[in-house]
């Protein structure tokens, strides 16, 4: 996890509230990405980055929004969270997909 | 859809035994990947195997890859209580688009 780190670890939010999480790497790494893990669907990309203000959708997108104003963040935003965006969601980054991602620790999101 | 898919989705074997895991994928790829997650941890990447590559060992790990299967094994030998964790193959996909696909994952328990 040396080098990226996410914020909050763990969130409880009510249903209809916005929640924004944060990825801060150290690393200058061009890409980064969020995905979602789930029992039973593995790891799911929700938006990633290739570089500050540029972005792009993943497999599950809806419901998300994302920035990424300066090269070491990345924000992740549910404008209104469903109890259906109940997951641990990962930070990840890295130099392309000729290279490993390196992943943060991970945020427990619980939306009641 | 996954992208990848890994087979079995739990495997069980005793300390000193060797573990094979299979993972599936459907589209030509430049290259793919082999994950380990610890639980309540992030993913950490184990190897990369290029597409006009075929075999590749790191320490105790060997991982294969057969393009005309669209399928690759890791094979990790002389199992250890530390190796218990899950496992995923990620795939990238020859579009340029930098990002990979993860399969479910096989769950490894090493048992003493």
């Known amino acids: 996890d040396a080098g990226i780190t996410q914020s909050p670890r763990h969130k409880v939010t009510e249903t209809g509230t916005p929640v924004t999480l944060r990825c801060h790497q150290t690393e200058n790494h061009r890409y980064m990405y969020w995905y979602r893990q789930d029992p039973g669907h593995g790891l799911r990309l929700i938006h990633y980055?290739?570089?500050?203000?540029?972005?792009d959708k993943g497999e599950v997108s809806d419901g998300y929004s994302v920035s990424r104003s300066k090269t070491e963040d990345f924000l992740l935003t549910l404008e209104s969270a469903t109890s259906s965006q109940t997951s641990v969601y990962f930070c990840a980054i890295s130099e392309g997909t000729n290279y490993e991602q390196y992943f943060g620790p991970g945020t427990r999101l619980t939306v009641t | 859809s996954q992208q990848g898919e890994e087979d079995p989705q739990a495997l069980s074997i005793q300390e000193g035994e060797n573990a094979t895991m299979n993972c599936s994928y459907k589209t030509s790829i430049n290259n793919l990947q082999w994950y380990r997650q610890n639980s309540g941890r992030g993913l950490v990447h184990l190897i990369l195997i290029r597409s006009n590559e075929r075999e590749k060992h790191s320490g105790r790990l060997r991982v294969t890859l057969d393009t005309s299967k669209k399928s690759s094994s890791l094979l990790i030998t002389a199992s250890r209580a530390a190796d218990t964790a899950s496992y995923f193959c990620?795939?990238?996909?020859?579009?340029?688009?930098?990002?990979?696909?993860f399969g479910q994952g096989t769950r490894l328990t090493i048992n003493p």
């Open positions: 990620a795939t990238d996909a020859v579009t340029g688009a930098q990002k990979l696909v």
């Open positions: 980055s290739y570089g500050v203000k540029d972005t």
